[in-house]
């Protein structure tokens, strides 16, 4: 059974940084996609990133691109999230999910989903 855990979020001030962690097991194939997901209050759920385990390229919203860096630690199963110039629109509950196929295959739903973590960007 795939599991994922989120864990890093919290509040922090405009401008700030977070890293947020994605503890993933229970993988039957070295082929996936891991994404970065966020759904703020009142609003539909946002796609914020994804990697590909096939080629570890990464793929983001515009929104984020350019303040938020996706990557893998392949040693601790782990997908990470840095995400730097934090504003108050970042504000939401982050989730990770997978697939067992590339990001580019877009059709293809996410099985799998973690708890969730909230980030919280206020002064």
């Known amino acids: 059974q795939v599991q994922l855990v989120e864990s890093g979020g919290g509040l922090v001030q405009p401008g700030g940084s977070l890293r947020l962690s994605c503890a993933a097991s229970?993988?039957?194939?070295?082929?996936?996609?891991i994404g970065w997901f966020r759904q703020a209050p009142g609003l539909g759920r946002e796609g914020v990133s994804c990697?590909?385990?096939?080629?570890?390229?990464?793929y983001y919203a515009d929104s984020v691109k350019g303040r938020f860096t996706m990557s893998r630690d392949n040693a601790k199963n782990t997908v990470l999230l840095q995400m730097n110039s934090l504003k108050p629109e970042d504000t939401a509950v982050y989730y990770c999910a997978t697939k067992p196929v590339p990001c580019t295959v877009v059709s293809a739903p996410w099985g799998y989903w973690g708890q969730g973590t909230q980030v919280t960007v206020s002064s």
């Open positions: 990697v590909s385990s096939s080629d570890d390229r990464t």
């Open positions: 229970g993988f039957t194939s070295d082929y996936y996609a």
